[in-house]
């Protein structure tokens, strides 16, 4: 008979049967029974400071975190005698208690630490969540006299000492000077999404994860809605692992515990299915607890429904629904079919290659913008369109748009997205457009199109690569690039269209309003600096100059084209 190889450390494959059944999502842990039994005894012994009736943890908390701290504080291989769960990310919906339960949870671990000295810190990334997580911890030793001999409380530090062994407890507002001295042993991080839009957010969790390698370690705790915009910075990296963990690609030995409430992303995409209130209960175990389930549905219908970006952002908070392309509200229609469409294997040299004839569609503005250029190609026999994307931005966009910076860099980390002087990346552009060319794929009229404005150098550029004359077309734009908007829409509803699937243009697709001027549409960004729609635009002019139903130049030669791929390889 077969042995059944063991799955690795903390996936969790059955993970949505386990939502459904009321369960927590979480592999199981084995612990030691003695740690746990303590760390539950004083856990369930704290009150609730800011309920009538000050009802202890052991009546309030739901058993689903009370699951989460003892594999946080408890676990132990039964093997080696060694911590298993060093770190855990905990993603659930807004008023499940988050601020209060781990409030509790480090109360609890510093009771629990016996080592002299050490120093914990409770990391917020406001002002309000860190004064009310503090409130919470020291509510609860004042409401219990034998606490108040085990603890001292200085409130105006945010600091918790134990009297014992000296080791404190700090209750900090995140900023990048927030470690200092001492590595911490433990770190708990309330609402780590907001983190993912703080530029060295990422440097400081290095800093803080430095405690993981020295010999009494370092644990960290990271609890946090989904975020009320697409996951970017380190909030991203974080819930791609804890992704990949639960779904048992993260390794064989990983120190991360995921516990995600979440609907399988093709749920996700299901407007039908999340907003059925029905499945709501699924994602918020503490449903009857902390969390009326009329006044949410309540909520929903007065503030949450209100409008499509309203019900968004409502969505993501009390749902975790992942804010991306899902919901279209007045963005552009062909987004909701953005995401079925990508070809993750798709490259330039695979779409010249697939390719009869191929269009190049550029756009970009100042300095705090992209620089985006967008290669769409007829593939052979199919006639299907392949859409690659990429973007470039003058590394002072980093500085000048702080709050996307996170974004930018993750971008830059996938290949989609190229930091460089203005000179370079014109230059850069018109190779691209030079080695379509070379490929025998440019047609003789319309090849490249762009917007007329300020684009002087790149005409220049694409001179220098003898791409001049009628093979440019200057397109206007606003309105006039409706037919690209609703050609795209049907082509990627009726799945005559495959792209390259990058999380920039997708990120650039979702940041699309579009505006009804006259008899024409008219795609705009969101936010004015916050989002960027560059790469769209870009798109929009290839597919403009591809509508018109191209031939590639008899001139073209591609056996050079191959020539000079096999030169370079």
């Known amino acids: 008979m077969l042995a059944i190889e063991a799955p690795p450390r903390f996936a969790c494959p059955d993970w949505w049967e386990r939502i459904q059944a009321g369960q927590t999502p979480m592999a199981d842990v084995p612990v030691n029974q003695d740690k746990a039994a303590k760390a539950l005894a004083f856990f369930n012994r704290l009150k609730l400071p800011d309920v009538p009736g000050n009802p202890p943890l052991a009546q309030a908390c739901g058993e689903w975190f009370r699951e989460i701290l003892v594999a946080f504080l408890a676990s132990e291989d039964p093997a080696t005698k060694q911590r298993l769960v060093w770190e855990l990310l905990c993603m659930v919906p807004k008023k499940n208690s988050k601020t209060t339960y781990v409030a509790a949870l480090g109360l609890t671990a510093l009771f629990m630490e016996e080592a002299p000295n050490r120093q914990m810190l409770i990391v917020a990334p406001s002002q309000n969540i860190s004064e009310r997580c503090f409130d919470q911890a020291q509510g609860m030793i004042r409401l219990d006299t034998r606490l108040d001999a085990i603890f001292k409380v200085q409130d105006h530090l945010k600091c918790i000492t134990r009297h014992k062994t000296g080791t404190k407890l700090d209750v900090k507002t995140f900023d990048t000077s927030i470690v200092t001295g001492e590595i911490p042993i433990l770190t708990i991080i309330d609402e780590l999404h907001e983190l993912g839009k703080k530029p060295k957010a990422a440097a400081v ?164 913008d992209l620089f985006g250029v967008c290669v769409i190609g007829r593939e052979k026999v199919t006639r299907r369109w392949l859409v690659w994307t990429h973007a470039f931005a003058h590394p002072k966009v980093l500085e000048v748009r702080k709050e996307i910076a996170p974004r930018l860099l993750d971008f830059e980390a996938e290949g989609s997205l190229a930091f460089c002087e203005v000179s370079q990346y014109i230059e850069r552009i018109a190779a691209i457009a030079a080695q379509v060319r070379d490929a025998g794929l440019l047609p003789e009229k319309n090849a490249v199109g762009f917007d007329p404005n300020n684009i002087a150098a790149f005409v220049d550029a694409l001179a220098l690569k003898k791409i001049e004359g009628l093979m440019l077309h200057r397109l206007r734009q606003g309105p006039a690039l409706s037919p690209a908007l609703w050609g795209l829409e049907h082509k990627l509803s ?73 030169g370079a390889a």
């Not at 048992?248 to 999340?274: C, N």
């Not at 699924?282 to 503030?303: A, T, V």
């Not at 989002?531 to 002019?541: E, F, G, N, Q, Y």
């Open 205 to 368: 969790m290095q800093q803080i994860r430095g405690g993981g390698i020295t010999m009494q370690g370092g644990q960290v705790l990271m609890i946090t809605t989904q975020s009320d915009e697409q996951p970017a910075g380190i909030w991203k990296t974080e819930l791609d692992k804890a992704r990949r963990i639960r779904d048992g690609k993260g390794g064989r030995s990983p120190i991360l515990l995921p516990v995600l409430y979440e609907f399988p992303a093709d749920l996700q995409r299901d407007q039908g299915y999340w907003r059925d209130r029905r499945h709501w209960k699924y994602l918020l175990p503490n449903i009857g607890r902390s969390i009326s389930p009329q006044r949410l549905i309540d909520d929903y219908e007065n503030n949450g429904s209100a409008t499509k970006e309203a019900e968004q952002i409502w969505a993501s908070q009390h749902l975790n629904i992942e804010i991306g392309v899902g919901l279209a509200g007045d963005g552009w229609r062909g987004a909701e079919y953005w995401d079925l469409r990508a070809d993750e294997t798709l490259t330039l040299e695979s779409l010249v290659e697939r390719s009869e004839v191929a269009v190049v569609g550029a756009d970009g503005g100042g300095l705090d």
């Open 494 to 566: 009726d799945d005559t269209i495959s792209h390259d699937g990058s999380d920039m243009m997708r990120w650039s697709v979702g940041n699309v309003k579009i505006e009804v001027k006259g008899n024409g549409n008219m795609a705009t960004k969101q936010a004015a600096g916050r989002t960027k729609i560059d790469p769209v635009i870009a798109m929009l002019c290839a597919a403009i100059l591809m509508s018109w139903n191209p031939e590639a130049s008899p001139e073209g030669n591609m056996g050079d084209y191959f020539k000079s791929l096999a």
